[in-house]
């Protein structure tokens, strides 16, 4: 079998060669859930409420070594160096606005509206997935890996998906490992395990690895970092910002500064009607997928023949 290749819609169930997941984990931030309206453009809505005339594209270029830069001051949403994640977010909201004094009431407004659905909205694709998941295959363990901190535990109560997760959520904030690190997959399937250990009855460890699927927005952290686990890594692209949708697969690799972008720079209703215009899958490897949006994947798992 040669690699990379590109697979139609139809051919897909019949043509890619995984073995069915027993474990599917997803990435949170564009992946389960993602901004209405940019994110610079809800802060700057929100700055008129305060007075505040901010423009978003000043925000926006801003944005990046602000993120960068507080990352390094206080890794890992300052757990380890004495302040709250929420004052880890109030930091950067006062940053980001500079040389504008955003007023306390401003920050809480702004913290509030992004713990639900004031500021985020879910894939119709992503909702279809997990009924299906649900229905269909209710024996298949769901869960979250992020990157990010205890907040997300409110958001996903807030917009109701924590429902399909039950307590498999994984964030880098509580474990201090983080995507694409192998030792995170590697501590996810074993406190699986250990909460499911007829997981174990029919197959070894090493063998369920290849039945553990994770999808998220990121190449190294969503694909690579899963593959080199062992598990199969899916690659959900939407707006073909990797490329590997174009003509003979030249893709182009990410900066450091493009996926800091992309935490920022999203459309929900844009980027999923730019999604649904590609309906091929490509395989990189035997175990590494890329996808537009997640009716192939839905595909894959109602035909139950892959």
Same mark, same amino acid.
């Given at each position: 079998?040669?690699?990379?290749?590109?697979?139609?819609?139809?051919?897909?169930?019949?043509t890619?060669?995984?073995?069915?997941? $027993? #474990? #599917?984990?997803f990435?949170?931030?564009?992946?389960?859930?993602?901004?209405?309206?940019?994110?610079?453009?809800? *802060?700057?809505l929100?700055?008129?409420?305060?007075?505040i005339?901010a423009?978003?594209?000043?925000?926006?270029?801003?944005?990046?070594?602000?993120?960068?830069?507080?990352?390094?001051? /206080?890794?890992?949403?300052?757990?380890?160096?004495?302040?709250?994640?929420?004052?880890?977010?109030?930091?950067?909201?006062?940053?980001?606005?500079?040389?504008?004094?955003?007023?306390?009431e401003?920050i809480e407004? @702004? !913290?509030?509206?992004?713990?639900g659905?004031?500021? *985020?909205?879910?894939?119709?694709?992503?909702?279809?997935?997990?009924?299906?998941?649900? $229905?269909?295959s209710?024996?298949?363990?769901?869960g &979250?890996?992020?990157?990010?901190?205890? %907040?997300?535990? $409110?958001?996903?109560?807030? @917009?109701?998906?924590?429902?399909?997760?039950?307590?498999?959520?994984?964030?880098?904030?509580?474990?201090?490992?983080?995507?694409?690190?192998?030792?995170l997959?590697?501590?996810?399937? =074993?406190?699986? &395990?250990?909460?499911?250990p007829?997981?174990?009855?029919?197959?070894t460890?090493?063998?369920?690895?290849g039945?553990?699927?994770h999808i998220?927005?990121?190449k190294?952290?969503?694909?690579?970092?899963?593959?080199?686990?062992?598990?199969?890594?899916?690659?959900?692209?939407?707006?073909? =910002?990797?490329?590997?949708?174009?003509?003979?697969?030249?893709?182009i690799?990410?900066?450091? /500064?493009?996926? *800091?972008?992309?935490? @920022?720079?999203?459309?929900?209703?844009?980027?999923?009607?730019?999604s649904?215009k590609?309906t091929?899958? &490509?395989?990189?490897?035997?175990?590494?997928?890329? %996808?537009s949006?997640?009716?192939?994947?839905?595909? !894959?798992?109602?035909?139950?023949?892959?």
């Amino acid at each position: 079998m040669r690699f990379p290749r590109k697979i139609p819609a139809d051919q897909v169930p019949s043509t890619v060669g995984l073995q069915l997941p $027993k #474990i #599917i984990t997803f990435d949170a931030y564009n992946t389960l859930y993602s901004t209405t309206l940019p994110v610079m453009e809800q *802060y700057c809505l929100a700055g008129k409420k305060y007075g505040i005339d901010a423009k978003p594209e000043e925000l926006t270029q801003r944005f990046p070594s602000v993120f960068k830069n507080l990352r390094i001051q /206080h890794p890992n949403y300052g757990k380890n160096t004495g302040i709250t994640a929420n004052e880890w977010w109030t930091l950067l909201i006062q940053n980001v606005f500079k040389p504008h004094q955003v007023p306390p009431e401003m920050i809480e407004h @702004i !913290l509030t509206v992004f713990e639900g659905f004031g500021a *985020y909205s879910i894939y119709p694709d992503l909702l279809d997935l997990l009924r299906s998941i649900r $229905k269909k295959s209710p024996d298949t363990v769901l869960g &979250v890996i992020s990157n990010t901190d205890p %907040i997300m535990y $409110k958001l996903l109560k807030n @917009i109701g998906l924590n429902v399909y997760f039950d307590n498999n959520i994984y964030l880098s904030y509580d474990i201090d490992l983080s995507k694409p690190d192998v030792r995170l997959f590697d501590h996810v399937l =074993k406190d699986i &395990v250990k909460k499911r250990p007829n997981l174990l009855e029919a197959m070894t460890l090493q063998e369920l690895r290849g039945h553990c699927w994770h999808i998220g927005d990121e190449k190294m952290n969503d694909m690579i970092g899963p593959c080199n686990a062992g598990w199969v890594g899916i690659l959900l692209d939407r707006a073909n =910002k990797y490329h590997y949708f174009n003509e003979e697969f030249q893709h182009i690799e990410r900066s450091e /500064h493009d996926l *800091y972008q992309d935490k @920022i720079d999203n459309n929900y209703q844009v980027s999923y009607e730019t999604s649904l215009k590609n309906t091929d899958v &490509v395989q990189l490897a035997e175990r590494q997928l890329v %996808i537009s949006n997640l009716k192939p994947i839905k595909s !894959l798992l109602d035909r139950g023949n892959i």
